[in-house]
Every structure is written in C-alpha cells, then in structure tokens.
C-alpha cells in the first residue's frame, strides 16, 4: 500500500474527528504524507499540520472546492498552497456563503416531503456552522430513524431526483483552478469515477481540466475499485496528468478505508506527491 493520503476531511467540514485526530489517524497507519481537504475552508489545516510535525509525518496544505460544471457537480482538490493567500481565501468564502443557502433550501424540500425540522438536527451535527453538507443531513436522518445507514440516506433522499436535492450554483472550474494556482498550488480532480457521466462526457471534461490549467486527477480513491483504479490510471498517462491519491475519509465506518491505507498506483503513473516528498 501506498503511505500518501491526500484527500481527507475533518469536522471543519463533514468529517467526525478533528484535524489533529485525523493526523494523528493517519499517521497510525503508517502514513509518511498527508493532506487535510476540508470541504472549501482550511480552518483546520493549522492544527493538522502541528500534529503531523509531532508524527513525524509530512503534511500538505488542501482543500476541496466544489465546482459547477454543466449539469453536473464536481470537486477540485487543492494541494500545496499559500492557505492564506487572498484569492483563495475570498473565493472560498464565497462557496462557503452559498452552502448555506443550500442547506436552507435542503430542509424546506425535507419538510414538504414529511420530515420537518432536518436543517435544525443537520446543525447539530456541524462543528462548524459555515460548512453544512449533506453529510450532516444523512447523519440526522439516520438518528431519527428515516434510513438505517448513511448508504440508504443517499438511496432514498439527499441525491438527484429525491427529497433534500437542491439545484446549486458551486464555484465555476475555472475559478476554483485559479484560486488554487494563485496561491502556489495544484488543482486535482477528486474522484472522477463519482461522476455521473459516459466516457465522451469524461473526455471532454479532462481536456478542459488540462486546458484551465488542472495537474492531476485521482486514480486512487476511497471509491474507486480496481477497474477504476485501472481507467483512471490511464487516463492519466494519456492526458498528461500526475496522479493522486487519497481515501477520501470522513468516519469510519462511513468509507471504504481509514487514512493512509490506500493501494498503489498502476504502472506507469507519475505520483504527484514526488514534489513534497522529495523537498523533504
């Protein structure tokens, strides 16, 4: 297994530990380079960056921007920047303003459906009140008993088509690439195999991804099985991107894996992580 993780969460956003739990996490499992990604805030990067110092385990800056792009929704990972730097930080407020439109938005279509009051248990769930996800809505509705686990929450509810979907505008990917290349980072499309979208579809978006300005794309994801990991993976070298990888981790028991314990790369990908690694 491959010691890099480079897409976790903490509950700055949507995860369940904190920033130094995470770290400290991931350095359990014998992680040698770890990224915090919160979902567009990096609040937490300061404390996860302490912590992995006292591991003895390179850290990483990130963050995980959600971008519009056509019908569908996307996440751009940033890695290795300036978390301070004025573009960034401005952009990012402006995402983290429109979530919580959106979670207003997600409990009124909650109530007309028969489950009132979700928005009020969701917040609850939220250690920081500027980042409420549909993480927070499952975790609610799997306490009042409306789904048995957060799996069935997103077959029943929170997705495209269900009561709690709200339509919403992100970031454009062009903005969310260039406020990660202004403050000194790489943009990396998270998870592409998430993606409701055919290989035509696939195709055009990498080639926009490379166009903006886009370094990397996961291959190795928390979700992502070997045929994924396989696809991805050439496309990477066809394209021309640096690969990722990262679990993708909230909870466990919510995912795939705990930090750190993800699988290696296929033949032929070039890691992005060498630059960090290599610099310590």
């Not at 912590?51 to 792009?69: H, L, N």
């Not at 997600?106 to 028969?114: F, P, V, Y």
């Amino acid at each position: 297994m491959t010691p890099v993780d480079l897409h976790c969460h903490s509950n700055v956003s949507d995860g369940l530990l904190t920033p130094t739990a995470v770290a400290r996490l991931a350095a359990s499992r014998g992680c040698r380079l770890f990224a915090l990604t919160d979902h567009d805030d990096v609040r937490g990067l300061a404390a996860a960056a302490d912590e992995a110092q006292q591991q003895g385990m390179r850290f990483v800056s990130g963050v995980e921007i959600s971008v519009s792009w056509g019908r569908h929704t996307l996440h751009i990972v940033g890695l290795g920047f300036d978390p301070a730097h004025p573009a960034l930080r401005d952009g990012l407020a402006q995402v983290r303003a429109g979530r919580a439109e959106r979670a207003v938005a997600m409990g009124e279509s909650l109530a007309r459906a028969g489950i009132p009051d979700v928005l009020e248990g969701a917040q609850r769930h939220a250690d920081n009140p500027e980042i409420i996800s549909r993480a927070h809505f499952a975790r609610h509705l799997v306490e009042r008993g409306a789904a048995k686990d957060m799996k069935s929450v997103f077959k029943r509810y929170l997705v495209r088509g269900k009561p709690g979907y709200v339509e919403h505008e992100w970031a454009r990917l062009h903005d969310a690439i260039d406020w990660i290349r202004a403050a000194g980072g790489v943009a990396v499309l998270a998870h592409p195999a998430r993606y409701d979208m055919g290989n035509e579809t696939m195709r055009v978006l990498l080639t926009e991804f490379r166009r903006l300005g886009g370094e990397a794309i996961e291959v190795v994801s928390g979700v992502h099985g070997v045929h994924e990991v396989a696809r991805f993976g050439r496309l990477a070298q066809e394209f021309g991107f640096f690969a990722s990888s990262g679990t993708d981790y909230h909870a466990t028991g919510e995912g795939a894996r705990d930090p750190g314990l993800n699988p290696d790369l296929p033949a032929g990908c070039t890691p992005v992580w060498t630059r960090w690694l290599e610099a310590a």
